[in-house]
Each structure stands twice: as structure tokens, then as C-alpha cells.
């Protein structure tokens, strides 16, 4: 093993410069060049390129984003593109790619594993949707993030005495809702994996109200649909991969819980605040492990491989199982959150 290329893929996340440093670290102490490739897999169609030494990667441990840069540029939605990327590959002589992403990354790295290359992946979200993960990074942070939004609408609400209708991220997964949600200390929090029933949330808030809280926090994931009607959608256009943009959902939700229950209510959008500024201990910590651990599959030959945390250890699952089904809110999780509703 000489040469080893890493790439970051997909929405950026909080954690992807501590991967990348770690990789680094590690294949300089085993004796492998690095070379970072620009802006995920669209770097590696168009042959962008960028040397990773250890000055490249000093002082990056606390930077949010990725050095690398980013895109959705999905490699098969042209022909041409698979051809250029399996192309560079080799052009570039690499022993193996390190590919840090969510699905829709690691999606394309499964297919160009099977396609020839040495690919490894790690795996990067806040939404912390991927199966076979305890954990990914980028979560905890957004987590934190929210956390201290809910904190701080929760003294104007008191102030108020209004409602406090919460979107956060996630995507099609309410984990960043139910953990922000439980740790703020939130009165109802919604979740794409329960669709919402308006009537139940209004009864809870004026329970609430009716026993003298003149106050109330909502949190909803972006991705929560109404038993009534569609999931809200931002935009009609889909992104490389088929995602629709979500987001929306709180102001809809806002004035439903207004008009149902005569409470003023407020909407704030956390929105990609989420998901920038500097990593937390836990998800440097996690980056860290991770990057050590892909150049480690990498010196194995374990190609077709994910890195992945199993409690506090890092183990190894084939990526073709993680992209298999989205990993969903655990139900007893969200049944312990329940007890604080209302
Ligand atoms: O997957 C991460 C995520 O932040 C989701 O929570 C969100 O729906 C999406 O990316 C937003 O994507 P973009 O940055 O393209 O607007």
C-alpha cells in the first residue's frame, strides 16, 4: 500500500476534518501518501486533486466543514462520469479510497467498489440514519446545537407566554428532534416516523397550558409528516441522488397549533446552523477513531468495508448492508420522550 486518496461526499457535517486528519496521521506513521480529492466524487471525475501532508492537516482538528469541500455529484448519473472516476483512479495511482459520506456517498462507493476500485467508507451524517452504526459524527454537535436553541427559546417563550415550534433537521429520521428534544426539555416533539395528529398535539399544549404552564416548546424534525396530508416539501427539484429539499413544516405546524388552540405561537428554523462551526469532544473523538480505522481496513485489504461504532469500539460492516434500509428512531426511546409531553 503506497497511495491512498480520501474524499468527503454529501451535505458537510461537524467531525469530517478530524476523519481526515486522523487518515492522514495514520498513513504517515505507515509509511502511505495521501491524496485528498476536491469536492467528493465530483473531484475524482474531473481528476481535483489536492496532496494531504501533515502541514496540510495541522490545526484542523476544531474546524467545522471539510478542507476538501463537498458536493451531491452522484458518479453514475452519467455514464461518462464512472468512466472519468474509474479513470483518475488509476491515473492517479491509488492502492485505495478512503470515502467519507452518508447513503447517497456511500451508495456510489459500493458501486465502484464493485466496479473495480479499493474503496473503504466511513460513515458521515447528522442525521445519524445509517444502519450498522451506533453512531455517526456530525450528530452529537447537531445535537448540542439544538439542545442550546431549545434552551434559549424556552426563556423568550416563558416571557412570552407563547408556543415555540422548533424545526430541526434529519431528514426522513427524528433523532436529532428526540435527542434535542429530551435534552431541552421539550413539551411535544414530532418525528417523520409518526405522522402527526394536530387534534393531539393541540390537547397536550393546552393541558399544559391548563394546569399553568402559560408556555410551550415544540420541537419537529423537518421530515414529520400530518396524518392529514403530504410530507412538506421546500422545492419540487430533486438533488443527483432523488432527494426532495425538506423543510417547511414548522410555520405549517405554527399556525395550525395558533389557530387550534388560540396560543400565540412562533416559529424558529434551525436550519444548516446545525450543521456548521466547530465539532464536539464526542464527534472529534469519533472522526478521530474513524480515520485511524479506514487507513487500518485499508492496510488489511478490506475493501467494500465500512468503519462503524459498536458501542465504544470501532468494528468493520460490509457498506452494501448499511445502505440497505435507513436506520429509524428507535420506538423505545421515543416512548420514554413521551413521558415528558405535554
Ligand atoms: O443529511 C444532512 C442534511 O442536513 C439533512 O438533515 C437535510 O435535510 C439536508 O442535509 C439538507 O441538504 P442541503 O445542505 O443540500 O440543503
Known sequence: MKKIGILTGGGDCPGLNPVIRAAVRKA???GIEVVGIKNGWKGLIENDTQPLDLDAVSGILPKGGTILGTSRTNPYKKEDWVKKAIENYKRLKLDALIAIGGEDTLGAANKL?????NIVGVPKTIDNDLDQTDYTFGFDTAVNIATEAIDRLHTTAESHHRIMVVEVMGRHAGWIAVHAGIAGGADVVLIPEIPIDTDEVCGLLKKRHQRGKGFSIVVVAEGAKFKEGDMVVQEEK???FGHVRLGGIGQILGEVIEKKTGFETRVAVLGHIQRGGTPTAFDRVLGTKFGVKAVELALQGKFGYMVSLRGIDTTEVPIEKAITKLKTVDMKL?????????
Open 238 to 240: 430533486l438533488d443527483e
Open 113 to 117: 467498489f464493485k466496479d473495480g476500485l
Open 334 to 342: 421515543y416512548e420514554m420522550a413521551k413521558i415528558f409531553f405535554g
Open 28 to 30: 504517515y506513521v505507515s
